[in-house]
C-alpha cells in the first residue's frame, strides 16, 4: 500500500510529498516553506528517526505509526496561526471516528454507558492544547511550528504523531496504540482519512475567521471539561476546575477560592494525578 491523499483533499487542490525515511516530517515541512512551497502540502513518512513532541522533547515514532506534518502558509497572526492545533484535534478525531466508528463509544453491559454529554461516553477526547486521547491514554500529539516569510506571511507545520502499531514507553502518563486495543486499521487508510477531515474542518476554520465554530465543536470532545485540571507552566502549578477555552484557545480554570486564571500554554493532569499536583 502506499500514502495518498483523501478525494476531497486533492479536490481542495492539497498536495502530498513521501518519504521512506526521515528525520522529521515538520522539518521537512520548513525546509520546503524556505524554499518557497506555497503551502497546503502534507509531508508524510513511512518511519521518523528524529521526531520531536512539544518543548523540543524527543517523539518515537517506529514504522507502522503514522508521521505526517501540513504546511499551510497563513497572514502573519500568531495567535490565530495557534488555533490550528484546535482544527487537528478536531480532524484526527473525525478521521478516526471515520474509519474506526467502534471507536467513538464505550459499550457497557446495558448499551452505551451514560454519563457522557450526551448521555454517552466518548473513548476519543481531546486534551488541551493538541493531545488525542483514546480510553484515557493519549493516542495522539500534535505539534505546531511556525516561521514568519519574507513577504510577511507566516509558514505553519503541523505535525501529527499517531500510535498506530506501538506506543512510547517510560512516560509520565497513559499512552496507548490502536492496535493495542484491537483496532485493525493502518496508517495508510487513517491518513487518507485525515487529509479528507483536515480539508474539510479547514474550510469551517477559514483563517480563523471561524475559530467560533471550531471552539464549539473542540469544546463537546473536550477531556476533562468541569472537572478539577492540575496545569503545569514552567515550575509553577495551578489547579482549578478547566470551565473552557476562550475565543483565543487559551485554557480557562477556575481555581477552589473563585479566581479565573487564564493559561497560554501548559502541561494538563487530570483526576487523581492532577490533585497530587496541587
Given at each position: 500500500?502506499?500514502?495518498?491523499?483523501?478525494?476531497?483533499?486533492?479536490?481542495?487542490?492539497?498536495?502530498?510529498?513521501?518519504?521512506?525515511?526521515?528525520?522529521?516530517?515538520?522539518?521537512?515541512?520548513?525546509?520546503?516553506?524556505?524554499?518557497?512551497?506555497?503551502?497546503?502540502?502534507?509531508?508524510?513518512?513511512?518511519?521518523?528517526?528524529?521526531?520531536?513532541?512539544?518543548?523540543?522533547?524527543?517523539?518515537?515514532?517506529?514504522?507502522?505509526?503514522?508521521?505526517?506534518?501540513?504546511?499551510?502558509?497563513?497572514?502573519?497572526?500568531?495567535?490565530?496561526?495557534?488555533?490550528?492545533?484546535?482544527?487537528?484535534?478536531?480532524?484526527?478525531?473525525?478521521?478516526?471516528?471515520?474509519?474506526?466508528?467502534?471507536?467513538?463509544?464505550?459499550?457497557?453491559?446495558?448499551?452505551?454507558?451514560?454519563?457522557?454529554?450526551?448521555?454517552?461516553?466518548?473513548?476519543?477526547?481531546?486534551?488541551?492544547?493538541?493531545?488525542?486521547?483514546?480510553?484515557?491514554?493519549?493516542?495522539?500529539?500534535?505539534?505546531?511550528?511556525?516561521?514568519?516569510?519574507?513577504?510577511?506571511?507566516?509558514?505553519?507545520?503541523?505535525?501529527?504523531?499517531?500510535?498506530?502499531?506501538?506506543?512510547?514507553?517510560?512516560?509520565?502518563?497513559?499512552?496507548?496504540?490502536?492496535?493495542?486495543?484491537?483496532?485493525?486499521?493502518?496508517?495508510?487508510?487513517?491518513?487518507?482519512?485525515?487529509?479528507?477531515?483536515?480539508?474539510?474542518?479547514?474550510?469551517?476554520?477559514?483563517?480563523?475567521?471561524?475559530?467560533?465554530?471550531?471552539?464549539?465543536?473542540?469544546?463537546?470532545?473536550?477531556?476533562?471539561?468541569?472537572?478539577?485540571?492540575?496545569?503545569?507552566?514552567?515550575?509553577?502549578?495551578?489547579?482549578?476546575?478547566?470551565?473552557?477555552?476562550?475565543?483565543?484557545?487559551?485554557?480557562?480554570i477556575r481555581s477552589p477560592e473563585g479566581l479565573v486564571r487564564t493559561i497560554a500554554a501548559g502541561e494538563v493532569h487530570f483526576?487523581?494525578?492532577?490533585?497530587s499536583r496541587q
Open positions: 500500500m502506499e500514502f495518498k491523499l483523501g478525494r476531497a483533499s486533492a479536490e481542495s487542490a492539497y498536495r502530498l510529498k513521501f518519504f521512506e525515511t526521515t528525520g522529521s516530517t515538520n522539518a521537512e515541512g520548513l525546509a520546503a516553506a524556505r524554499a518557497g512551497d506555497p503551502g497546503r502540502c502534507w509531508f508524510v513518512t513511512a518511519q521518523q528517526t528524529s521526531g520531536r513532541g512539544r518543548r523540543g522533547r524527543p517523539w518515537a515514532m517506529p514504522a507502522g505509526n503514522l508521521a505526517a506534518s501540513l504546511l499551510v502558509i497563513v497572514p502573519n497572526q500568531p495567535a490565530t496561526a495557534a488555533t490550528l492545533g484546535f482544527v487537528a484535534g478536531l480532524a484526527l478525531d473525525e478521521a478516526l471516528r471515520s474509519v474506526a466508528p467502534g471507536l467513538a463509544f464505550r459499550i457497557g453491559l446495558d448499551g452505551i454507558e451514560g454519563d457522557g454529554p450526551a448521555g454517552r461516553r466518548d473513548r476519543l477526547r481531546l486534551k488541551w492544547p493538541n493531545d488525542v486521547l483514546l480510553d484515557g491514554g493519549k493516542l495522539a500529539g500534535i505539534l505546531l511550528e511556525a516561521e514568519p516569510l519574507p513577504d510577511g506571511r507566516l509558514a505553519v507545520v503541523i505535525g501529527i504523531g499517531v500510535n498506530v502499531v506501538a506506543a512510547p514507553e517510560g512516560l509520565p502518563y497513559p499512552a496507548t496504540a490502536l492496535v493495542e486495543l484491537g483496532v485493525g486499521i493502518d496508517a495508510f487508510r487513517l491518513f487518507e482519512a485525515l487529509s479528507d477531515a483536515w480539508a474539510s474542518v479547514a474550510r469551517v476554520w477559514n483563517e480563523g475567521r471561524g475559530f467560533k465554530a471550531v471552539r464549539r465543536l473542540w469544546l463537546d470532545r473536550a477531556a476533562g471539561l468541569g472537572e478539577t485540571v492540575a496545569v503545569r507552566v514552567g515550575e509553577q502549578v495551578f489547579s482549578g476546575v478547566f470551565e473552557t477555552i476562550d475565543e483565543e484557545g487559551r485554557l480557562v483526576g487523581t494525578v492532577a490533585t
